[in-house]
């Protein structure tokens, strides 16, 4: 038993007092914002402040002391939440992956793409082999070169798992490695999540089998992939996502141990892999809280030292953009922290032009791909992530959201397991009713914009060029809704020459209309409209305004000050000059209502009011009808 000291008592005195002066500063400010009496607020009024999670997490606005959790073991001891690995070589830091040879089956080029990624910073190599990929037997031609002890190969075979396994055992038998369990190979056999996916797989007694024979191999072989990113991108949340991978990761176990393995040898044979996107203090915690959640079940069955399965993060493909798509950098270098930090073993970064169809126009396919590499070089090399193991242990925010999501994700796969485990939640739709409950509060979220899309659902780029026409999504990504919108206004520009247009008619000084002219341009431009502002209008310039525009649809914007006395007679001026349909920016309770009592002319009224709070994607879609988009 530990006792404190005297100096760290102090401490802490001092901390939970200083936590106090902060709680009643917050109340004070909380009560004058609400113009409220302190009294009549909480106790914990500060909890006004925290953010839930679409997993039902509270995030307080302020951490300390009073959150502190038990300290977890060290890395590579149950229950793994600090790290699978304690002897990983901090001076390289995780496995820098890289994907090749999906939409190639030449293995020359492929050959000298991989090469070429070795060459230049990457030490894992994720292969695509089948389907329109490499074919297996091209396998021994794009490897040729490849160190398999330096370079883990991790395999995307889909239902060609099997030749792909030959394949690379056979170039595995061929390598006269003295050390050949210092060679990691991953067979990705992926038969129950790709199920979900509705995607090509072998069947899971394939893949028991392919298990069973990876056993018998002298390198280290794991035959079995738990490929979580397939509920991320159809709309999961973080513990859905994980909740869901390690239900998936039971019914494995249950076909492992009944072929005859034993539960280290079965566990030994599974991998997860997790999508990492840009909210970086989840992503650190979903990866520690994966690894807490599958040692719980390794502890359950007796094996608690085998329950530190490898991770593989790969860069959220939901949070990707079509538009302005070179923020995605952004994206994925955030994706990439977080994993980093979260301990996963091996991080791929996607190109950030994945989002589109054979990538942006006028950007090569290596160019992308370097950029890709050097994300995760410059996180290793330059600010040396990969030096301290587990570097947000101890942080009082990163240690309780962990516990939290852990906690989350374990009630998910037992409601999974209640259900009579994945297969059953996967024939009877459970699990795809509850992700989609999460995905559609996400898609009104975005909507709303209370969830900002740098360059889609705020600061849009409606000088970029049109986008060809894309495939039919398999992805539920994040801003689609908005980019289907931009669509519209393509197709309208190609047709016409000019976009969908609107006038923004200011009224009153700069000073006044700036912030709602501005809001108005942004949010129009979120649906592919053009606005045009003339600067400030009276109701005697209204008209040529009109006139010099062209424009059937204008935004009146000004101070609500400015709206009780001009608003009606500027939309009456609008409608004068030609303007079919006339919008405010700002709340309807500052016109006031059409009835009785309010003395408001129908005529001089707007037909709509634009807020923050607005369904932006609604708003626009009616707009870009109305505008014949």
Not at 238 to 243: L, S
Not at 353 to 371: C, E, M, N, P, Q
Not at 473 to 497: K, N
Not at 561 to 577: I, W
Request: proline share 5%; with cysteine.
């Amino acid at each position: 038993m530990s006792v404190a000291s005297p100096e760290s008592a102090s401490q802490d005195d001092a901390s939970i007092s200083a936590y106090v002066v902060w709680q009643k500063a917050v109340a004070g400010v909380l009560a004058k914002s609400r113009r409220v009496d302190v009294a009549d607020l909480p106790v914990d009024a500060e909890h006004m402040l925290d953010a839930v999670t679409y997993d039902g997490v509270s995030i307080a606005p302020l951490y300390g002391v009073r959150d502190e959790q038990p300290e977890h073991p060290l890395p590579g001891v149950h229950p793994f939440v600090r790290g699978r690995d304690r002897t990983r070589d901090v001076n390289a830091g995780w496995t820098v992956s890289a994907k090749f040879g999906a939409g190639n089956s030449d293995p020359e080029s492929i050959n000298e793409s991989i090469l070429d990624g070795l060459n230049n910073g990457i030490s894992g190599v994720w292969l695509s082999i089948g389907g329109s990929g490499l074919p297996a037997t091209g396998v021994a031609r794009a490897l040729d070169g490849v160190l398999l002890d330096l370079a883990p190969v991790v395999v995307d075979a889909g239902s060609d798992v099997a030749a792909a396994a030959d394949a690379i055992f056979a170039v595995a038998d061929s390598s006269k490695l003295e050390d050949r369990a210092a060679v990691d190979i991953r067979l990705g056999a992926a038969p129950l999540t790709a199920r979900f996916a509705g995607v090509g797989a072998v069947s899971v007694d394939d893949a028991v089998a392919l298990a069973v024979r990876s056993e018998a191999r002298p390198e280290t072989v794991r035959a079995i992939t738990v490929d979580g990113t397939v509920f991320h991108n159809a709309g999961a949340s973080d513990t859905q996502e994980v909740g869901a991978s390690v239900a998936a990761g039971l019914e494995y176990l249950r076909a492992l141990t009944a072929a005859g393995l034993t539960a280290e040898q079965a566990l030994g044979q599974i991998e997860f892999r997790f999508a990492a996107t840009d909210d970086q203090f989840q992503t650190i915690a979903k990866f520690r809280a994966a690894r807490m959640a599958w040692a719980r079940v390794a502890q359950v069955i007796g094996a608690p030292d085998a329950g530190g399965a490898p991770q593989h993060a790969v860069t959220s493909e939901a949070m990707m953009s079509q538009r302005d798509p070179w923020v995605n950098m952004l994206r994925t270098t955030l994706a990439t922290f977080g994993a980093g930090i979260g301990g996963a073993d091996a991080v791929t970064v996607l190109p950030f032009d994945a989002a589109l169809d054979g990538g942006a126009a006028g950007v090569s396919k290596t160019f992308a791909a370097r950029i890709a590499r050097n994300t995760q070089l410059l996180l290793l090399e330059e600010s040396h992530l990969g030096r301290v193991l587990d570097p947000g242990a101890g942080s009082w925010y990163i240690e309780k959201l962990t516990d939290d999501l852990a906690a989350r994700a374990w009630e998910f796969t037992q409601s999974i397991e209640s259900d009579g485990g994945y297969l059953a939640a996967l024939d009877s739709g459970s699990m795809a009713v509850a992700i989609d409950q999460t995905k559609a509060q996400r898609d009104s979220d975005v909507a709303h914009r209370r969830t900002p899309l740098t360059g889609v659902n705020e600061f849009p780029n409606l000088a970029e060029a049109p986008i060809p026409p894309q495939p039919a999504a398999t992805v539920a990504r994040y801003g689609a809704a908005f980019e289907a919108l931009r669509d519209r206004s393509d197709a309208y520009l190609l047709q016409h020459d000019v976009r969908p247009l609107a006038l923004l008619a200011p009224i009153g000084s700069v000073a006044e209309h700036n912030v709602r002219t501005t809001f108005a341009a942004n949010l129009l431009a979120s649906g592919g409209i053009h606005t045009e502002n003339p600067g400030p209008l009276t109701t005697d310039t209204i008209a040529d305004a009109v006139h010099s525009s062209g424009a059937r649809v204008a935004v009146l914007c000004g101070t609500d000050q400015r709206y009780v006395d001009e608003a009606g007679p500027a939309v009456l001026a609008l409608r004068r000059a030609g303007i079919e349909r006339v919008l405010l920016a700002g709340p309807e309770k500052v016109f006031g209502r059409p009835d009785a009592d309010s003395g408001v002319d129908d005529a001089s009224r707007p037909d709509d009011f634009l807020t923050a709070k607005v369904d932006a994607v609604a708003v626009l879609t009616d707009l870009l009808d109305y505008l014949g988009a």
